[in-house]
């Protein structure tokens, strides 16, 4: 469904990503982990096209997109949840979650506004608020609920568990997988590499913009490299 070829992206003189490829097949949840600075972010925004690579190639479904603006990236079915939300404030929950369907014409809305009120409940309750008031936790179901309204077959998540407690943390986890089961593809990148290893069919570990681990997510939990960089032993 995506696949990265040989993937290189400057900021002016600094490279952040060094010659990258992974791919990420249909139905699947595959996580990039790594430590901060590692390139993960960057990767990221360049597959959504907010950031043009130096060079190497971006397919989605056997299209190169390596050119196309993010716009009609998304109309493709490639959304992004951004690092930190960025929910729309002085909107509220339910403008939000109209702005993640603005480029859709067809029949099914209503459907899907329900759909997203039954994964994310507190959504429902909260329609009319104000989404800047809504907490950390209720903030990154609103920004995945309006990446959802935008029906994507290929769902980028950044750090979804970032500066969220334990419990709302396993919950987000196990709407990803529920997400994930309901058929759309995944690619999930996370610091919190246990989480995200053990809810991922597979991974990637990226060092300094570099790939130099992969493998299945219970592979990648029980190996002494992963354990003793990111898993505190
Ligand atoms: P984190 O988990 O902290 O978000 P990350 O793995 O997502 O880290 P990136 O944000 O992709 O890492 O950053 C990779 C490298 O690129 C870092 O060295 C960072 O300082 C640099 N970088 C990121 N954005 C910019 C920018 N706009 N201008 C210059 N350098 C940048």
Redesign the pocket.
């Known amino acids: 469904m995506l696949k990265i070829n040989n993937l290189a992206v400057s900021?002016?003189m600094?490279q952040?990503v060094h010659g990258v490829s992974f791919d990420v097949k249909p139905g699947e949840i595959v996580t990039l982990i790594?430590?901060?600075?590692?390139?993960?972010?960057?990767?990221l925004r360049t597959i959504s096209g907010l950031i043009r690579p130096k060079s190497g190639q971006i397919l989605f479904e056997d299209q190169d997109v390596t050119k196309t603006p993010p716009q009609k990236i998304v109309a493709a079915g490639l959304s992004q949840v951004p690092?930190g939300r960025h929910v729309f404030s002085g909107l509220s929950v339910m403008e939000n979650l109209e702005m993640g369907a603005y480029l859709r014409k067809d029949e099914g809305l209503k459907a899907d506004y329900e759909q997203v009120f039954e994964k994310f409940p507190v959504l429902k309750e909260r329609r009319n608020q104000d989404a800047a008031t809504l907490s950390g936790g209720e903030q990154q179901m609103l920004a995945m609920g309006r990446a959802l309204m935008s029906k994507p077959k290929l769902l980028l998540l950044d750090?979804p568990s970032m500066g969220l407690a334990p419990i709302f943390i396993k919950e987000i986890f196990s709407i990803i997988q529920e997400i994930n089961a309901q058929g759309t593809t995944v690619l999930l990148?996370e610091?919190n590499a246990k989480m995200a290893l053990s809810v991922a069919h597979r991974g990637y570990v990226?060092e300094t913009?570099k790939i130099v681990l992969s493998g299945t997510g219970a592979e990648l939990l029980d190996s002494e490299e992963v354990k003793k960089a990111y898993l505190g032993g």
């Open positions: 900021y002016g600094i952040a790594g430590a901060n600075g590692a390139g993960k972010t960057t990767i690092e750090e990148i610091q990226l913009g």
